[in-house]
């Protein structure tokens, strides 16, 4: 169960193609003021110090394993395992695993955080007051449009993901609203999923 860049689509020719996310990504980017304030705003500062937001992010990785471990165990005896079938050839190919490193690093760490860690979810907590209750409320709703938007893996892989987005929102908040820490271990994580895919192949339905 991988937390996949939207529609990204892998093409074998070493072409990637932007996907909406992507595109979406840089218009929340501009609207947020672009070069003027747009990074500060969607949470993109410099870190008072590197080795919290590493260490917090090395912490999310783990979680989100637990995580999906659990959902893996709940949800896939009823809707069957996550479709991860676009990496369905991804073992012993290593032009399509620097693919999806590249994507899940640009589509995935950097677009996907931007979009609904650092731009949806906090737009949503500031159009509702900006209290502790209303922040949960915009974790849980933007995890489940982050959830929603991975509807091509299957329910599995919607619930999976969406449970995913809430520990990267957590991330986001326990890092002080910095995104890097949300970054790092979103791209992570996939990265090792990757990885481990293309040694052993997806896992056994």
């Not at 995935?108 to 860690?117: K, P, V």
């Given at each position: 169960m991988l937390v996949l860049g939207?529609?990204?689509i892998v093409v074998?020719?070493?072409l990637l193609v932007l996907s909406g996310v992507v595109g979406s990504a840089i218009v929340a980017?501009?609207?947020?003021?672009g070069r003027r304030a747009g990074f500060r705003r969607l949470g993109l500062v410099r870190p008072a110090r590197w080795r919290t937001i590493v260490l917090i992010a090395l912490g999310a990785v783990f979680a989100t394993g637990i995580v999906q471990s659990i959902v893996g165990a709940v949800v896939s005896p009823f809707f069957g395992q996550p479709d991860l079938s676009v990496i369905s050839k991804l073992q012993g190919d290593p032009l399509f695993l620097l693919?999806?490193?590249v994507i899940s690093w640009v589509n995935g760490a950097?677009?996907?955080e931007?979009?609904?860690r650092g731009f949806l979810m906090p737009r949503l907590a500031e159009w509702w007051g900006g209290t502790r209750q209303v922040w949960v409320i915009a974790a849980l709703l933007s995890s489940v449009?982050?959830?929603l938007g991975?509807?091509?893996q299957g329910v599995t892989g919607m619930v999976g993901t969406g449970m995913t987005g809430l520990v990267l929102a957590g991330v986001y908040l326990v890092a002080k609203r910095n995104l890097w820490a949300s970054v790092l271990s979103h791209g992570l994580f996939d990265s090792i999923a990757f990885v481990t895919i293309y040694f052993t192949g997806l896992p056994a339905s």
């Amino acid at each position: 169960m991988l937390v996949l860049g939207g529609l990204a689509i892998v093409v074998r020719s070493n072409l990637l193609v932007l996907s909406g996310v992507v595109g979406s990504a840089i218009v929340a980017w501009i609207v947020s003021g672009g070069r003027r304030a747009g990074f500060r705003r969607l949470g993109l500062v410099r870190p008072a110090r590197w080795r919290t937001i590493v260490l917090i992010a090395l912490g999310a990785v783990f979680a989100t394993g637990i995580v999906q471990s659990i959902v893996g165990a709940v949800v896939s005896p009823f809707f069957g395992q996550p479709d991860l079938s676009v990496i369905s050839k991804l073992q012993g190919d290593p032009l399509f695993l620097l693919q999806l490193l590249v994507i899940s690093w640009v589509n995935g760490a950097f677009a996907e955080e931007i979009l609904f860690r650092g731009f949806l979810m906090p737009r949503l907590a500031e159009w509702w007051g900006g209290t502790r209750q209303v922040w949960v409320i915009a974790a849980l709703l933007s995890s489940v449009v982050f959830g929603l938007g991975h509807a091509y893996q299957g329910v599995t892989g919607m619930v999976g993901t969406g449970m995913t987005g809430l520990v990267l929102a957590g991330v986001y908040l326990v890092a002080k609203r910095n995104l890097w820490a949300s970054v790092l271990s979103h791209g992570l994580f996939d990265s090792i999923a990757f990885v481990t895919i293309y040694f052993t192949g997806l896992p056994a339905s």
